[in-house]
């Protein structure tokens, strides 16, 4: 249902005449995939579901990715570190940022069904 409701929002803001000359991204993700949506209307998904946005998220997207086979770090020290990189990398990118973190909640096979 992610996938249908991206294509569905990204279609509203392509038509909308407000919208449509906003420049934004925004990143939506749920427990399998994560798609970015472009303010030109287009639905990405990432193929090993790293994404990233702004103006260092190339430098932050490939050190998450030099990262992510080392099994000691949690997802959110790899953000924490292709951040850190991607400032040093990047001279907009500012080295003080913040981490919000969801709380994952395990589901029961009995509940699903």
Not at 79 to 102: G, H, P, R, W
Request: charged share 30%.
């Amino acid at each position: 249902q992610l996938a249908r409701s991206c294509v569905e929002l990204a279609k509203g803001w392509r038509t909308d005449k407000y919208l449509r000359r906003l420049e934004a991204s925004l990143l939506v993700a749920d427990k399998k995939d994560s798609f970015e949506i472009t303010g030109n209307g287009d639905v990405l998904e990432s193929h090993d579901g790293v994404l990233g946005v702004g103006s260092g998220s190339n430098f932050a997207i490939a050190a998450a990715r030099a990262q992510m086979d080392n099994p000691d770090l949690s997802a959110e020290d790899v953000a924490k570190k292709a951040m850190q990189i991607a400032s040093e990398m990047c001279i907009y990118t500012n080295d003080q940022f913040m981490v919000e973190s969801l709380a994952m909640v395990k589901e029961d096979k009995e509940t699903e069904e």
